[in-house]
C-alpha cells in the first residue's frame, strides 16, 4: 500500500531532523552527536516522500491537497539538487526542513483526524452494546506520543460487568501489521484481548496462551465483544 509506505517513510524522515543518541558508557556527548547527525541532514532525500499519492489525501480540503501537492513536488525536486558526495548547503537545510515541517502538519491532521473517528466509533460501539447488557460505562482521556504524531488525546473506556472492571484502551496508531490497535484489558491483571484495526475495519484477536493453541480472530461486532469480555472475566 503506496500510502501506508509514504507515511512511514515521512515518520523515518521527521524522526532524523531531531534523532536521539544514547552513549551511555561510551564517554560521548549524546546532545552534541544528536546535533551533528542533524545538521547532516540525512532526512533531505527523496525516499522522505517516496510513495506520496496526492489521491490518498483527497478527504483534505483543497487548500490543504495543494499545500501538500506542491510541498511534496519541492521537497522531491530539492532532495534531488544536494549532491551525493557533499552536505546540503544552508539554504537547502533551512528551505528543506520548512518544506518537511509543512507535510507532516499536513499529513499528522489527515492521520490524526481518520485515527480518532475510527477510535470513536469504536467506543461508542462497545458503550452501545454495554448498555444494552445493563453494564456501566465510564469515559476518560488518554494521552498517546508517537512519532510523527506527537503527543494527542483520545478517549478510553471503563466498563463495569457485575463486578468486574475493564478498560477498553487504545494503544498506538502505528503498530507493525496493522492501523492501529485497541485493548480491551481486564483489571487489576490487565489480561488483555487485542483489537488491531486492518483496511476492512476492526478485529478482535483472544490469544489463550496455550502451546499449540489456537488464535481466535473475529470481526468487531457485538457477538465478538462479548465473547470477549466474558472470556476475560473467566481470568479475573
Request: with cysteine; proline share 4%.
Amino acid at each position: 500500500m503506496a500510502k501506508d509506505d509514504f507515511i512511514q517513510n515521512l515518520r523515518l524522515a521527521a524522526g532524523l531532523v531531531a534523532p536521539t543518541v544514547h552513549t551511555e558508557g561510551t564517554g560521548l556527548d549524546a546532545q552534541r552527536w544528536a546535533a551533528r547527525l542533524s545538521r547532516a541532514a540525512l532526512w533531505l532525500t527523496p525516499r522522505a516522500v517516496e510513495g506520496y499519492n496526492p489521491a490518498d489525501f483527497k478527504d483534505l480540503s483543497q487548500a490543504e491537497q495543494k499545500a501538500l501537492d506542491n510541498a511534496a513536488a519541492r521537497f522531491r525536486e530539492l532532495a534531488d539538487s544536494v549532491p551525493a558526495d557533499s552536505p546540503a548547503s544552508d539554504a537547502q537545510y533551512r528551505e528543506g526542513l520548512e518544506l518537511l515541517g509543512t507535510i507532516t502538519t499536513i499529513v499528522r491532521k489527515a492521520i490524526l483526524d481518520e485515527w480518532a473517528q475510527s477510535v470513536e466509533k469504536l467506543i461508542s460501539d462497545a458503550e452501545a452494546w454495554a448498555g444494552k447488557h445493563g453494564w456501566i460505562c465510564r469515559r476518560s482521556t488518554k494521552r498517546i506520543t508517537e512519532k510523527l504524531l506527537d503527543s494527542y488525546q483520545l478517549a478510553q473506556l471503563m466498563i463495569q460487568v457485575n463486578g468486574n472492571s475493564l478498560l477498553l484502551d487504545p494503544v498506538a496508531r502505528f503498530v507493525p501489521g496493522a492501523l492501529g490497535v485497541v485493548d480491551l484489558s481486564i483489571l487489576p491483571t490487565y489480561d488483555s484481548v487485542t483489537i488491531p484495526r486492518k483496511v476492512d475495519g476492526w478485529h478482535l484477536h483472544i490469544d489463550t496462551g496455550e502451546i499449540g493453541g489456537a488464535m481466535t480472530r473475529e470481526d468487531w461486532n457485538e457477538n465478538s465483544f462479548v465473547d470477549a469480555v466474558e472470556w476475560l472475566r473467566q481470568r479475573a
